[in-house]
């Protein structure tokens, strides 16, 4: 089993930037891939941004490439995603995921955190 506890969400002006992190705990951290996920409020989950286990691959969704990025620090098993320039309709809950056979945006991860919740507002 994979623990995923996210963080950082918040209420931010349009334009602004925060944060996320999510920390893992119960295996080998090293063994995932990971990858962020937002729901917006009444919308379908969809896959924002992915990376591979060592960090040197990563895929971005087209509405968020050029503001949005992930990375992870095995050392200290987290992942994060630094989200700039955010728009309004970044609104959702995020949520982050891992899986140790596949990286990339898929909708079947193995593990995923509780969310955190981030809203622009205009």
């Known amino acids: 089993q994979v623990q995923l506890v996210e963080s950082g969400g918040g209420l931010v002006q349009a334009g602004g930037s925060l944060r996320l992190s999510c920390t893992a705990s119960?295996?080998?951290?090293?063994?995932?891939?990971m990858a962020w996920f937002r729901q917006p409020p009444g919308k379908e989950r969809e896959c924002v941004a992915a990376?591979?286990?060592?960090?040197?691959?990563?895929h971005y969704a087209d509405s968020v490439k050029g503001r949005f990025t992930i990375s992870r620090d095995n050392a200290k098993n987290t992942v994060y995603l630094q989200l700039n320039s955010l728009k309004p309709e970044d609104t959702a809950v995020y949520y982050c995921?891992?899986?140790?056979?596949?990286?990339?945006?898929?909708?079947?991860?193995?593990?995923w955190g509780q969310g955190t919740q981030v809203t622009v507002s205009s």
């Open positions: 995921a891992a899986d140790s056979v596949r990286w990339g945006c898929f909708d079947n991860y193995d593990y």
């Open positions: 990376v591979s286990w060592r960090g040197g691959d990563s």
């Open positions: 119960g295996r080998t951290f090293s063994n995932f891939a």
